[in-house]
T-cell receptor
Framework: EAQVTQNPRYLITVTGKKLTVTCSQNMNHEYMSWYRQDPGLGLRQIYYSMNVEVTDKGDVPEGYKVSRKEKRNFPLILESPSPNQTSLYFC????????????FGQGTRLTVV | GNSVTQMEGPVTLSEEAFLTINCTYTATGYPSLFWYVQYPGEGLQLLLKATKADDKGSNKGFEATYRKETTSFHLEKGSVQVSDSAVYFCALDEGIYGQNFVFGPGTRLSVLP
C-alpha cells in the first residue's frame, strides 16, 4: 500500500530537549516536504527536499533542521524545541511539479512544555 | 506573495443540503489549484484539482472550476452526506521544480443526519 509514515503520532517534550520526527515513503517519490498546521493558519511549509542530499527552506524554517540521506526518508529535527513549536506536523511526498498530487502522512502532534 | 483565502466556518448543514465553500487566491503566475480534505485524525487527501483556467475538477460528487477572471476555485456539492464531515483546504501550487503548496486556513464542515 502506497503510504507516508510518520513517527511518533504524539509527542510531549520539554523545552530544549532535542527530538526527531521520522518520515518515510514507499512510492519512490523525489519530492518530500514538512508542514506545520496551526489553527487559522492552514498548513505552512517548513522545509522541502527535491532529491537525496538536496534540501531547502520553506516559509517557516526557523528552529528546524532536516536531512535527506536516502530517497525514502526525510526526518525533521528540532535541536532545541520551544513552546512556540507546539503544533501538528505533516510530512508529504510527491513526484514534484506543480500539478502532481502530494501524499500526506497522518500527522505528529507535538507539545513542548 | 501568493495567498489563499477561504471561509473558515465552521459550516453546519443537514444531510442532502447543497454545499458551497468559497476560495479565492492571489498568485503572481498561473498556479495549479487543489482541494484537499482532512478527516478526523488523518492526514490530508487530495479531493480534486485543476491545472489551468476553466478546468473543472471533480471527485466523489464534489466539483470546483478554475476561474481566472475572478481568481476563484469554489468547492460545491449538490447533496452532502454525514460522511462528508471533515476539514476542507483550498491550496495553490506554482512550483516549477518542486512543490510548495500555499494553503488556506481550512473550513470545518459538519453534516447532521
Amino acid at each position: 500500500e502506497a503510504q507516508v509514515t510518520q513517527n511518533p503520532r504524539y509527542l510531549i517534550t520539554v523545552t530544549g530537549k532535542k527530538l526527531t520526527v521520522t518520515c518515510s515513503q514507499n512510492m519512490n517519490h523525489e519530492y518530500m516536504s514538512w508542514y506545520r498546521q496551526d489553527p487559522g493558519l492552514g498548513l505552512r511549509q517548513i522545509y522541502y527536499s527535491m532529491n537525496v542530499e538536496v534540501t531547502d527552506k520553506g516559509d517557516v524554517p526557523e528552529g528546524y533542521k532536516v536531512s535527506r540521506k536516502e530517497k525514502r526518508n526525510f526526518p525533521l529535527i528540532l535541536e532545541s524545541p520551544s513552546p512556540n513549536q507546539t503544533s501538528l506536523y505533516f510530512c508529504a511526498s510527491s513526484f514534484g511539479g506543480s500539478n502532481t498530487e502530494a501524499f500526506f502522512g497522518q500527522g505528529t502532534r507535538l507539545t513542548v512544555v | 506573495g501568493n495567498s489563499v483565502t477561504q471561509m473558515e466556518g465552521p459550516v453546519t448543514l443537514s444531510e442532502e443540503a447543497f454545499l458551497t465553500i468559497n476560495c479565492t487566491y492571489t498568485a503572481t503566475g498561473y498556479p495549479s489549484l487543489f482541494w484537499y480534505v482532512q478527516y478526523p485524525g488523518e492526514g490530508l487527501q487530495l479531493l480534486l484539482k485543476a491545472t489551468k483556467a476553466d478546468d473543472k475538477g471533480s471527485n466523489k460528487g464534489f466539483e470546483a472550476t478554475y476561474r481566472k477572471e475572478t481568481t476563484s476555485f469554489h468547492l460545491e456539492k449538490g447533496s452532502v452526506q454525514v460522511s462528508d464531515s471533515a476539514v476542507y483546504f483550498c491550496a495553490l501550487d506554482e512550483g516549477i521544480y518542486g512543490q510548495n503548496f500555499v494553503f488556506g486556513p481550512g473550513t470545518r464542515l459538519s453534516v447532521l443526519p
